[in-house]
């Protein structure tokens, strides 16, 4: 299997901050990467695809980036509704794995 | 818009089957190019996919359940169901139905989840 790993695991930031997460995999995934925004007692939702592609609906201030075994998810202005658990998916292997989650937090 | 909607028991006790069945909404799931696909999260913990169903009925498991999981689709129903056998308490979780769409391999499309829980 593929192993994702997400740095920070959680993560205290300002409202108006630039939050970044990163995402690590063990084996090249080209860009075969999604990222998803998992509120409390809630699904997960889709917010990029294919590593930087944005999500219909999804606001503009969420990206993504990177190839190969490095990418990144940035929220470029964090808003207090962004307060959730961030995951990274691989799509290039079965079985489909995902990282361990990232823990937003408002400081 | 399409909708999913797991149902199932909620206590299943060791060594038995957990049942479980997703319930789409808004769109035939034998039309389209779409996997569907179960999802599992342990209390606190990050998820775990189980495996999915192709419109054509070709399915992909993950190894880590071994033979122990099977998923099937009843489209007269528009209905698909996961069944794991033997269960033991890490099987505890709750588990969602998702649509995977082959434009952008996302699962774009989820239920709101159902816990199960194996308990004696």
């Known amino acids: 299997d593929i192993q994702m790993t997400q740095s920070p695991s959680s993560l205290s930031a300002s409202v108006g901050d630039r939050v970044t997460i990163t995402c690590q995999a063990s084996?090249?995934?080209?860009?075969?990467l999604n990222w998803y925004q998992q509120k409390p007692g809630k699904a997960p939702k889709l917010l990029i695809y294919?590593?930087?592609n944005l999500q219909t609906g999804v606001p503009s201030r969420f990206s993504g980036s990177g190839s190969g075994t490095d990418f990144t998810f940035t929220i470029s202005s964090l808003q207090p509704e962004d307060i959730a658990t961030y995951y990274c998916?691989?799509?290039?292997?079965?079985?489909?794995?995902f990282g361990q989650g990232t823990k937003l937090e408002i400081k | 818009q399409v909708q999913l909607q797991e149902s199932g028991p909620g206590l299943v006790k060791p060594s038995q089957t957990l049942s479980l069945t997703c319930t789409v909404s808004?769109?035939?799931?034998?039309?389209?190019?779409?996997?569907w696909s179960w999802i599992r999260q342990p209390a606190g913990k990050g998820l775990e996919w189980t495996g999915r169903?192709?419109?054509?009925?070709?399915?992909n498991y993950n190894p880590s359940l071994k033979s122990r999981v099977a998923i099937s689709v009843d489209t007269s129903k528009n209905q698909f169901s996961l069944k794991l056998s033997s269960v033991t308490a890490a099987d505890t979780a709750v588990y969602y139905c998702?649509?995977?769409?082959?434009?952008?391999?996302?699962?774009?499309?989820w239920g709101q989840g159902t816990l199960v829980t194996v308990s004696s």
């Open positions: 808004g769109g035939s799931i034998s039309s389209g190019s779409y996997y």
């Open positions: 169903i192709y419109t054509s009925g070709r399915t």
């Open positions: 294919h590593a930087s």
């Open positions: 998916q691989q799509y290039d292997n079965l079985p489909y794995t």
């Open positions: 998702a649509r995977e769409d082959n434009w952008n391999w996302g699962l774009n499309y």
């Open positions: 084996q090249d995934i080209s860009n075969y």
